[in-house]
């Protein structure tokens, strides 16, 4: 039984680029969140997917967006690279409507923005 | 919106005693209180959660108990180990909701020999 995979590991971006980053769901869930995880700090709520559709976002600026595949795959885009947005990009999956809530963490995306 | 305070920031014990974080937050709405556990470079894991239908909740040598009254809830590990060393989050959310985890900003604990 996979769990949730994140591709890819690590990422070197210049200012102003674009970035997408990809996550595979744990077999069964079919619901992905997005977090973005300073260093030192907890993680951040970016957006929620579930029904290829964004269902809750958190207070992150446009820039940030996302899409989920009728295979329930995910992926998050940032356009307009800031050097800020230098994190750990989580994806979480889980199943709705979510009577447990039990999230279940991919391993990131460290992206490096220069 | 949730917001999630958690103390201390950093925590060092010696091997075999307790480990106490403590967390608050302000939403009464929120009925979901899960806790991770992630090692350096890696992903966050569950290891424990309660629901605001129960009190207290344990599993071997981690505990988490939860005070509705105060919106505060705690996780307790006994007996700590070297492997126990790691960043701790407490989270809290509502279910059922499209429900998004707020985050505390961690404990770094550290068990020394």
């Known amino acids: 039984d996979a769990g949730v995979t994140q591709s890819p590991t690590h990422l070197i971006k210049t200012r102003g680029q674009q970035v997408t980053l990809r996550c595979s769901p744990k077999s069964g869930h079919d619901t992905v969140s997005w977090y973005q995880q300073a260093l030192g700090q907890g993680p951040q709520f970016i957006f929620q997917y579930y029904e290829e559709e964004e269902r809750q976002r958190g207070n992150f600026p446009d820039r940030f967006s996302g899409h989920q595949f009728p295979n329930y795959s995910s992926e998050l885009n940032v356009n307009a690279l800031l050097l800020g947005d230098s994190a750990l990009y989580l994806c979480a999956s889980s199943v709705f409507p979510e009577d447990t809530s039990e999230q279940y963490f991919g391993p990131g995306t460290r992206l490096t923005v220069t | 919106g949730e917001n999630v305070e958690q103390h201390p920031s950093t925590l060092s014990v010696q091997e075999g005693d307790s480990a106490v974080i403590k967390c608050t937050y302000s939403d009464s709405a929120s009925n979901y209180f899960p806790w991770y556990k992630q090692e350096l470079g890696k992903r966050p894991q569950l290891i424990i959660d309660i629901r605001s239908n129960v009190g207290e909740k344990k599993d071997q040598r981690i505990a988490v108990t939860l005070n509705k009254t105060a919106k505060h809830f705690s996780l307790h590990i006994t007996e700590t180990q070297p492997e126990d060393s790691a960043v701790y989050f407490c989270?809290?959310?509502?279910?059922?909701?499209?429900?998004?985890?707020?985050f505390g900003t961690g404990t770094r604990l550290q068990v020394t020999l």
């Open positions: 989270a809290a959310t509502q279910t059922g909701t499209a429900s998004k985890l707020t």
